[in-house]
């Protein structure tokens, strides 16, 4: 049986024929026409909707070409309007199947107008009486009547212009409208708003078939229409809607083909390149129309300017290249550049530095090229040209390339949408370029910029002082400065210090170290600080990699620019990381070292006299940072350590240098790229050490020892699998691309400042670095560590009591048993705290942490209100964990100090609601509190102080009321602080003023407190200073003595 499909084309292809035939008039049309739309409509699949739709709607075999040839053919009536009807009924049941015939249904229906006798319908009467009715009886008629009367008199001289020619109707109805139209704008509040729509409907369809008989009324037409389109805003007709969408409409088809048209760019780029290719030629041939030539190019550059910085990303950015090309070209002709030609210059390249990151690939390596090319012309042009224009441009592009502005995400590859994008890792890409001008262009086989060598190395010169310059300029209009959001407002005026303007020396001297909590310090400008940061990153690709050679020349200018800025703004630690990029390229071109070779383009008089005097600042600079290394923590820690690390041998000395590297490899355990740091430093100085090897090699190599114990055999065999595998994909595509896309391909790359080394690849070079050292290998077995020298070795694995406390009962269904930690408890400390396998580090201290809960809850339950102290049994073991407790709340994994930093906490709540006096297991916690805020790492100082002020806060907050005395614990922290206070140590000093400093603001509450310890806490503190007087300014002990001091001045006074 046939499907439903055939059938409809089988009687589709029978009635065409017979219509073809020669008896058309003879054919049952009408029965067809119905078998079909029923067999559509009723019988056919939805899977079969598209193909039937191709088939009735076909220009020469179906339905369509049925319509046309019955046209005029009255027997065919009845068919045409089932078709008709039947269209119609498709339209609203499948319009995504029929919308492709759409535009063939339209032309079919309107040529049928043409077809309608206004005679058979005495549309000549019934224009006759409309005219008739509305001249003689218009006073009668009511406004929507009128209304109505215009649109339909409108209608018949739109489709019947012949009907309205006859006695001059048409004349007459425009003067009607614009008649009724005036007279309602000038009513003011009273207008018929449905008479004004009749006339400008009537109005626009007669202009349709008249439009030339108006010429003379078009100002009146147009001044109407200014004051029509003012729509009042409460105004809510069904016309008002449809008015807004038109002219929506209309202005976007306008602005597409008028302002935004690609054509006309690409259009135009071809004249102005044509201006530019012919300007030499003009020049020899008829050098009096080069100012013509000029003045035109000059009238564009305005607009070309503007469409880029108005709208971004256009039509025009694209071909920004040639248009700097052109302007290139003929500015070459001319001995001196005209001035508005300089302008227009300065700001074309400044469209295409803005819209650099918005461009796609091909459109920057050829925005590259034509940079070069203008910068290359310039320079023959004058070395002052050059230097004068580059200043302005490189400031803006070193803004920009600071700046994040995101690309099209059209541009944008995969690894840009999975990595953090930052501007500076599409604009390196010019910045390389910009140095070595000809390079891209013969790569590319395209028109080469021409430069000598000798021309290069000026060339060279000129830009990178000018980028120097706009570098010292930029980073010292930042607004780097901090705020505290806890401090007062008279504290912060007392606080303030100013810096006088003298002689480098003195900046370093007025460093002034900050020990405290960091976390509440708010930037006063948090865009500043984002430019900054990708500054700091843009400098750290940029200065290694960019001909470091002659950064000689400025080594002492930027040196002290950052030195200053640091002394100014110690918290930031992107100053660190600049400078020590600089370390390392004065590393890398031997610019301390007498016996190297010196950058030749220093002349000979002046290069003793520079090294001196930045050998000078750099060595009291680095000393200052060596101080302060025990105040910071986090990133500026890590900041300050790749400083020392990075100095060259001639600004240290081995035995300053050992500490610095202890700290690094104990901090790279967590962080692997300090751990790069530290063992760059070592490899670096091992060739360098040359007296008492063995106490040098004795105390470094221990701190290797770590390294070497993880095993990391499978991690390491993944990713040396996956290595290779992508560098072979990368020569495959290499090899079968062309030169220009494996251009694009570099340039698409992202640039990253973070060369992170697997701990697999650091094990590889210790063990190598063992290899070339083997008289010395042992010594990586030895157990002295300085920095920890004051604490036992945990390695002892020794119970913390010689009975058991700590007990787990698991009541199993056929048993009882009980699981005993205490022998355990120094190895999973130990494991929780230099573990290098994460996933034992981080079991490690959940297991620490629970049994600490364990401990508590199990002396939960003692009698807490008796007067005499009673030691918890756990008393031996809080002595050795909640040092450990403090340590790991300031790990450099996330995971120790989500954990310990919230039950740290908890444990101070709990064990200051203490009834007696000295109570042993508050006094061990305080005990470790207070060794921690005395010590010699930054971050658990720190930690430690505000342990300590959290518990003053709570020891107050538990106190009963009536104790006329004060918190007892309080009393018991203040008499450690003045023995801390006398202490010789500079640590335990510091650590004294740390704690004044963090309790001050709950100590000046509490008046039992202050009527009692005031005098005698200002006196300690007052003592403390004496003995500080020794200290390295460097290490903070004034500083925060003399802050405790005014602290304590302003309880008083």
């Given amino acids: 049986m046939s499907s439903p499909l055939d059938l409809i084309r089988l009687t589709l292809v029978e009635l065409i024929d017979d219509m073809n035939g020669f008896s058309p008039d003879n054919v049952d049309s009408q029965a067809a026409a119905t078998n079909i739309c029923n067999m559509v409509l009723t019988d056919l699949k939805e899977d079969e909707t598209d193909m039937a739709m191709s088939l009735l709607f076909n220009p020469e075999r179906g339905i369509l070409y049925f319509l046309r040839k019955a046209l005029d053919k009255a027997v065919h009536a009845n068919a045409k309007v089932i078709f008709l009807e039947f269209t119609a009924e498709l339209i609203s049941r499948s319009p995504n199947s029929i919308t492709p015939h759409i535009f063939d249904i339209k032309i079919l229906l309107s040529s049928c107008t043409k077809m309608i006798d206004p005679e058979a319908l ?61 007279d309602q704008l000038n009513r003011g509040a009273k207008q018929e708003l449905s008479l004004i729509a009749g006339a400008v409907v009537g109005l626009d369809n007669c202009l349709y078939s008249f439009a030339d008989k108006a010429a003379k009324d078009v100002p009146t037409i147009l001044r109407h229409i200014r004051t029509l389109v003012n729509v009042p805003e409460d105004l809510s007709r069904f016309a008002t809607p449809i008015g807004t969408f038109f002219t929506a409409n209309f202005t976007q088809i306008v602005s597409a083909e008028v302002i935004t048209s690609s054509a006309q760019y690409k259009a135009m780029s071809v004249a102005i390149r044509g201006y530019g290719y012919f300007a030499a030629p003009c020049k020899q041939i008829a050098p009096d129309q080069l100012k013509n030539l000029l003045t035109h190019l000059l009238r564009k550059s305005a ?225 500043d600080f984002v430019i900054f940061q990708n500054l700091t990153e843009f400098w750290q690709l940029f200065l290694p990699e960019i001909r470091p050679d002659l950064f000689a020349r400025w080594t002492l200018v930027i040196g002290s620019t950052l030195i200053e800025l640091s002394a100014k703004n110690p918290l930031v630690s992107g100053f660190y990381k600049i400078f020590a990029t600089c370390l390392q390229v004065c590393q890398s071109t031997s610019y301390f070292h007498p016996q190297g070779t010196v950058e030749k383009l220093i002349k000979k008089e002046d290069e003793p006299i520079n090294i001196q005097r930045a050998a000078t600042l750099f060595k009291k600079y680095i000393r200052e940072v060596l101080a302060r290394l025990e105040q910071y923590k986090d990133d500026l820690l890590a900041s300050c350590l790749h400083l020392v690390l990075s100095s060259p041998s001639a600004l240290t000395d081995s035995d300053c240098i050992i500490a610095p590297i202890q700290l690094a490899l104990k901090l790279g355990l967590g962080y692997l790229p300090l751990a790069t740091v530290g063992l760059d430093a070592v490899e670096r100085w091992i060739d360098i050490v040359d007296h008492d090897q063995d106490y040098w090699f004795s105390r470094v190599l221990p701190s290797l020892n770590e390294y070497l114990m993880v095993d990391v055999t499978s991690s390491g065999e993944s990713e040396n699998i996956d290595a290779p595998t992508l560098k072979s994909k990368q020569k495959v595509i290499v090899q079968r691309k062309q030169a220009y896309k494996d251009v694009a391909r570099k340039a698409s790359m992202l640039a990253s400042s973070d060369h992170v080394q697997s701990l697999r690849d650091l094990q590889l070079r210790i063990l190598r670095l063992l290899g070339r050292q083997a008289q010395y290998n042992k010594l990586i077995l030895n157990r002295h560590n300085e920095h920890d020298g004051s604490r036992e070795v945990s390695s002892d694995l020794l119970a913390w009591d010689p009975e058991p406390r700590v007990k787990l009962k698991i009541p199993f269904q056929e ?239």
């Avoid at 694209?318 to 700001?347: C, G, K, N, R, W």
């Avoid at 980073?475 to 210090?497: G, K, Q, W």
Wanted: with cysteine; charged share 20%.
């Fill in 815 to 1053: 048993m009882k048993t009980e699981l005993q930690f205490d022998e355990m408890l120094p190895r999973i400390i130990d494991l929780a705290e230099n573990s290098l396998n994460r996933q034992i580090k981080v079991a490690s201290c959940e297991l620490l942490h629970s049994l600490v809960i364990l401990m508590i809850g199990s002396s939960a339950f003692r009698a807490r209100d008796a007067k005499d102290p009673k030691k918890s049994p756990f008393h031996k073991i809080y002595l050795k964990v909640f040092p450990a407790l403090l340590r790991l709340a300031v790990d450099v994994d996330q995971v120790p100090r989500s954990l310990y930093r919230p039950l740290v906490s908890q444990l101070i709540h709990w064990l200051t609601n203490n009834a007696q006096y000295e109570n042993p297991e508050t006094i061990a916690l305080l005990n470790a509190c207070m060794d921690a805020a005395c010590d010699t790492l930054g971050p658990l100082r720190d930690y430690g102080a505000e342990c300590l002020g959290e518990f003053v806060k709570w020891s107050i907050k538990q106190t009963s009321s009536s104790s006329s005395s004060g918190p007892m614990n309080v009393k018991s922290l203040l008499k450690r602080v003045y023995n801390l206070a006398s202490h010789s140590s500079t640590a335990k000093r510091l650590g004294a003023s740390l704690i004044v400093n963090r309790i001050y603001r709950v100590f000046r509450e509490e008046a039992p407190l202050v009527d009692q310890f005031t005098v005698e806490l200002l006196y300690w503190i007052l003592f403390s200073l004496r003995l500080a007087e020794a200290d390295h300014t460097g290490l903070g002990t004034r500083q925060q003595a003399c802050l405790a001091i005014t602290h304590l001045q302003r309880i008083i006074v």
């Fill in 303 to 527: 607009f070309l300017v503007s469409s880029n910085t108005n709208e971004g990303m256009d039509g025009s950015s694209s071909h920004l290249a040639a248009f700097i090309t052109a302007y290139t070209f003929v500015a070459q002709v001319y001995d001196t550049v005209p001035e508005l030609l300089m302008i227009a210059l300065i700001q074309m390249a400044n469209a295409a530095v803005m819209n650099f990151t918005k461009m796609t690939t091909y459109a920057r390596i050829e925005c590259c090229i034509a940079v070069e090319r203008l910068l290359v012309m310039l320079l023959y042009k004058g070395e002052g040209v050059l230097r004068s224009f580059f200043d302005k441009l490189s400031y803006k592009l070193l803004v920009f390339t600071a700046a994040d502005i995101s690309p099209t995400n059209s541009d944008r590859t995969p690894m840009q949408d999975e990595t953090n994008w930052h501007s500076y890792t599409i604009y390196l890409f010019l910045w390389r370029n910009l140095f070595k001008p000809g390079t891209l262009s013969r790569e590319l086989n395209k028109s080469p910029v021409e430069i000598s060598d000798a021309d290069l190395e000026r060339f060279s010169l000129i830009i990178y002082g000018s980028t120097m310059e706009s570098f010292k300029r930029l980073v010292s209009l930042l607004n780097l400065s901090v705020s505290d959001s806890e401090i007062d407002l008279d504290e912060e005026s007392a606080l303030e210090t100013k810096m006088v303007d003298m002689d480098p020396a003195t900046w370093v001297a007025g460093m002034g170290p900050v020990s405290g909590d960091a976390a509440k310090l708010q930037a006063n400008c948090a865009k």
């Fill in 122 to 182: 005495d549309v000549n009467g019934l224009c006759e009486k409309l005219h008739n009715a509305y001249g003689t009886q218009q006073s009668k008629m009511a406004s929507t009547v009128k209304a109505e009367v215009l649109e339909v008199l409108g209608l018949i001289a739109r489709y019947f212009p012949n009907v309205s020619q006859r006695h001059e109707r048409h004349t007459t109805l425009m003067r009607w409208c614009l008649t009724v139209i005036q």
